[in-house]
C-alpha cells in the first residue's frame, strides 16, 4: 500500500497554472526521484504535500498520505503532521537555520511540541539524532549557533530536525546542490541510511540526473508541470522512451566537440602564476599576541598557454575563487608574482592595470546577481569597452555590442532589453558577450554553469567550447563540477586546503587521480553512467 | 562576548571624553563674559576682573578644561548664573520629572507597537494591516501638543480622571505624582509608537521570508508560533535602534509638551537657560544629554549582543 499518493494534482497561483494532473506514489521504504529542470514545478509539488503553499495557490485533485487527504486537511491536522509523520529537507543550508538560537534549541522545539517531552528530555533525544547525523558532541554541543558551523554540518541539523521523529515521509528538496561533491555524497550516504533504518519513504527532489539515478528506487519525470515518464529508475533511464528523458540524459553527459584540442608547450605561456601566497588576518586570540594569518593561498604555481583550457577543481573553502581574485587583479598576493602576457600585474597602480584587464575578461556563477537591473543590456555588454585605448563612437559600440551578442547567440534587438526579460541561460549568454566584447585572450569563469539546468549548461559548455576554437580564448574553469572539467579542460589541477596537490591532462587526473584530494572527489562526484549500471545490475 | 562588550565600553568612554571636549570648546568660543553677566551693566572692569579671577576664568584654558571635567565626574557642575544655586540642584529636580515621564512614554510606546507590528505583519496586505497601517500613519502625522490638548479636554476636564497640568512632586505620593505624568506620557508615546509599530512591521515582513521560517513551519509549529518565537527576535535589531533613538529624543525634547501640560522639566530648563544666556546651565545639561545619548547606545549595543549570538564573536 502507497504511503504517498497524488492523484490528479493540478495547481494554480493566481491565474498562473503551476502543475497539471501530476501523478506520483511512493510506498514504505522507497525512495522516489522526482527529476526536472528550474520552473517545472518539483518544489511546488512538494510545498502541497508540506501544504506550505504561497497565499494565493490553489490545489485540485488529490493529495493522499497515510490514508489522510491532505488537501482536505485543517491547518491543525497538518500541524501535527509536519514534522512528526512528514520531514522536509530544504536546499540552501546557509539560510535554512534560525541564526539567534542554539541548534539544540531548534532540533528540540520539534521534538517538544510533537511529544509534549520536557525540556531536558527532549534535549536528550536531540542529542541522539545529531549524533545520529555525524554531529558528535564533542565538537558540537547543543549550545552551538548555525554561525559556527560550515554548509555541510548545517545541512546535517536541518535533517537532524526533519528526522528527530522518524517520520514516515521525508521530503528532500535539492538537498547537495549547494554542496560540493565530497559534502553531497555524505549527505546523500546519511540520508540511504536513514531510509534504511526506518523504513522511511524519501522523496528526492533534484535537477541532477546523477545523484537521483544513484539514490532513488523510481523517478517521475516533470517539465513545464506535467510528468513526462515515471518508472523504475533502471529501466527508464536505460530505455529512455520519453525524447525529454533522452534530451535530460543527453545533455547530463554533454561533451562539446572541441576538434582542435590544445597541445600543451606549444606557445609561450599567456598567464604565469608563480608562488602566489595570499594571507588572511586570522582571529585575535589574545590581546596582546598578534593573530596568526590564516593562509587561503600556499605557494601556487601555475601557467596557461594562449587558447589553453584549464580547470581549477577543488571543495569549497579549498581557495581557489582567491587564487582567480588575484590573477584578476581584483586581490594583491601576499607573496608571489603573476605574470599576464609576460608582465608582472602584481604590485601595479590601477592605470597600468588597463591593457592586463582588457585581454583578460571574467563570467560569474550567478547570472541574476552579476548585471544591475535598472540597465540596459547595451549598456551592460558594453562596459568593459572603457578598456579600449581609442573609445568608439555611439554607433560602433552598438555595432560591438550587436556582434558579441550575436556570438553568443543572442540578436541586435536584445540590446534594448533588460536583464530581467531575459531567463538564466540567456543571461550567462548575456555575462559572456560582456566577457569577450573586447576580444580577451583570457577569461576567468568561476564556477560558470552550476546555476544553470542541464540542457542549458549543455548549450553554454557548447558555447565556451566554440567561442575557444573560433577566438582562441583561453580559459581558467574554477569549478568543483567535475563533469565541467572532462567537458572542458585541456589541463586540470586539483586544488586542497591552498595547495595545488594534482596537476595533469584533465583525463589523466579523472580517470587515474593520484593524491587524496583528487581520489575523493572523483570517487564522490555522481556518474550518469556508472549511476545507470549499477541500478541496471540491482533492478535486472 | 566579554570583549565585544569591552570594546563597546571603551569606545564609549572615549566618545564621551571627545564629546566633552567639543562641549568646551563650543561654549569657549561663544560670544559673552559670565562674569560681566553675573555683575550687571553698571560693573566696573575692576569689579568684572576679580569675579574672574574669582571664577578661575583667567587661568589657561587646558586647566580650566580639567577643572570643569573633573566638576562633572564628581557631579559639580558650578553655579547657575542667573539663580546662583548648584546647577546640580536645579537638573536633578527637573530629572526627576523628566526621567520618568521618558521610561513611561518609551514602556507604553513599546507595548502599543510590538503588537501593533506583530499583528499587522501576519496579515500583510489584509484588511486588519491596511487598517492598522493606516492608523500609525494618523499617529505619526497628528501633531502631539494638539492630541495632548484633546486628552487633557477628554481624561481631566470631562471624566476629571487625572490634573489638567502641573506636577505635584514626588513627595506628594507616588500615585500622585503618576496620576500627572499619565496623560503627558501617553501624548509623548502615540507618535513614537506609531513609528515604531510600522518599523517593527517592516522589519518582521522581512524575516518571515526567510528560510528559516519555513524550516519552523515544517517541524509542525502553528504559524503564530513561529512568528512569535522565530521571527519576532530576529527582526529585533532594527526596532531595537529606533527605540535608542527616541528614548534620547523622549528625555530631552520634550518641551512642547511639557508646555502644554505645565511640566518642570528639562526641556523647559532648558529653554529658560537659553533665553537667560545662563551657559553654564546650557552646557551642564548638554553634557549630561550626550552623556545619557552615549549610554542608550552602549544599551542598545548590548541588548544586540544579547538579540543576535553572530555579534558576540566566538566564545
Known sequence: MSL????????????????????????????????????????????????????????????????????????????????????MVFQEPMTALNPVKTIGEQVAEGIRWHTKAGRAEAEERARKILDRVGLPEAKF????????????????????????????????????????????????????????????????????????????????????????????????????????????ALASMHVPARPKSHLAGSAKPLLEVEGVVRDYPGRRTSLFRPAPPIRAVDDVSLTIEP????????????????????????DKPTAGTIRFRGE?????????????????????????GSFDPRQKVEKLVAEPLH?????????????????ALHEVGLGPRDMDKYPHEFSGGQRQRLSIARAIITRPKLVVADEPVSALDVSIR?????????????????????????????????????????????????????????????????????????????????QG | MTAYLLKRLVIAALTLVLASMVVFAVME????????????????????????????????????????????????????????????????????????????ALALSTIIAIPVGVFSASRQGRAGDTLAMGASQLGVAVPNFWFALMLIYLFAVWLRLVPAGGFPGWNAGIWAALKSLILPAIALALPQAAILARVARSALIEVLNEDYIRTARAKGLPYRAVLWRHALRNAMIPVLTILGLQFAFLLAGTIIIENVFYLP???????????????????????????????????????????????????
Open chain 2, 265 to 315: 522639566g528639562l526641556g523647559r530648563l532648558i529653554f529658560q537657560a537659553i533665553t537667560q544666556r545662563d551657559l553654564i546651565v546650557v552646557e551642564s545639561i548638554v553634557m549630561l544629554l550626550v552623556a545619557a545619548v552615549i549610554l542608550i547606545n552602549l544599551l542598545v549595543d548590548f541588548s544586540y549582543a544579547i538579540v543576535d549570538p553572530r555579534l558576540r564573536g566566538r566564545q
Open chain 2, 29 to 104: 568660543v561663544l560670544p559673552g563674559d559670565p562674569a560681566r553677566l553675573m555683575l550687571g551693566l553698571n560693573a566696573t572692569a575692576d569689579q568684572v576682573e576679580v569675579l574672574r579671577n574669582q571664577m578661575g576664568l583667567n587661568a589657561p584654558l587646558a586647566l580650566r578644561y580639567l577643572h570643569w571635567a573633573g566638576g562633572l565626574l564628581s557631579l559639580d557642575f558650578g553655579r547657575s548664573y542667573t539663580y546662583s544655586v548648584p546647577v546640580i540642584d536645579l537638573v536633578r529636580e527637573r530629572i526627576a520629572v523628566s526621567l520618568p515621564l521618558a521610561l513611561i
Open chain 1, 387 to 403: 578598456l579600449l585605448e581609442k573609445q568608439p563612437t555611439g554607433t560602433e559600440r552598438r555595432e560591438m555590442v550587436a556582434h
Open chain 1, 4 to 87: 504517498l499518493e497524488i492523484e490528479n494534482l493540478s495547481l494554480k497561483i493566481g491565474a498562473t497554472p503551476i502543475l497539471k494532473g501530476v501523478e506520483l506514489a511512493l510506498s514504505p521504504g522507497e525512495v522516489v526521484g522526482l527529476v526536472g529542470e528550474s520552473g517545472s514545478g518539483k518544489s511546488m509539488t512538494a510545498l502541497t504535500i508540506m501544504q506550505l503553499l504561497p497565499h494565493l495557490a490553489r490545489a485540485d485533485g488529490r493529495v493522499t498520505f497515510d490514508g489522510i487527504d491532505l488537501l482536505a486537511a485543517t491547518e491543525d491536522q497538518m500541524c501535527a503532521l509536519r514534522g512528526d509523520d512528514i520531514g
Open chain 1, 141 to 248: 554541543p547543543l549550545s552551538r549557533y548555525p554561525h559556527e558551523l560550515s554548509g555541510g554540518q548545517r545541512q546535517r541539523v536541518v535533517i537532524a530536525i526533519a528526522c528527530a521523529l522518524k517520520p514516515k515521509l521525508l521530503i528532500a528538496d535539492e538537498p547537495t546542490t549547494a554542496l560540493d561533491v565530497v559534502l553531497q555524497a555524505q549527505i546523500l550516504d546519511l540520508l540511504r541510511d536513514l531510509v534504511r533504518e526506518n523504513r522511511m519513504g524519501l522523496l528526492l527532489i533534484s535537477h541532477d540526473l546523477a545523484v537521483v539515478t544513484e539514490m532513488a528506487d523510481r523517478l517521475t519525470i516533470l517539465r513545464r508541470g506535467e510528468v513526462t515518464e515515471a518508472g523504475d529508475t533502471a529501466r527508464t533511464l536505460s530505455e529512455q522512451q520519453h525524447p525529454y528523458t533522452r534530451e535530460l
Open chain 1, 307 to 330: 587558447a589553453q583550457s584549464v580547470a581549477l577543481v577543488g571543495r569549497s573553502g579549498c581557495g581557489k575563487s582567491t587564487l582567480a581574485r588575484m590573477i584578476l587583479a581584483l
Open chain 1, 458 to 538: 549543455a548549450q553554454i559548455l557548447d558555447l565556451f567550447a566554440e567561442l575557444n576554437q573560433k577566438l582562441g580564448i583561453a580559459y581558467l574553469f574554477i569549478t568543483h563540477d567535475l563533469t565541467v572539467a572532462r567537458a572542458m579542460a585541456d589541463e586540470m589541477l586539483v586544488m586542497h586546503e591552498g595547495r595545488i596537490v594534482e596537476r595533469g591532462r584533465a583525463s589523466d587526473v579523472l580517470d587515474h587521480p593520484q593524491s587524496e584530494a583528487a581520489k575523493a572527489l572523483v570517487s564522490a562526484a555522481p556518474d550518469l553512467h556508472r549511476a545507470i549500471a549499477r541500478r541496471m545490475q540491482e
Open chain 1, 344 to 368: 608582472a600585474i602584481t604590485g601595479k597602480p590601477e592605470q597600468a592595470l588597463k591593457p592586463a584587464r582588457r585581454d583578460m575578461q571574467v563570467v560569474f556563477q550567478d547570472p541574476y
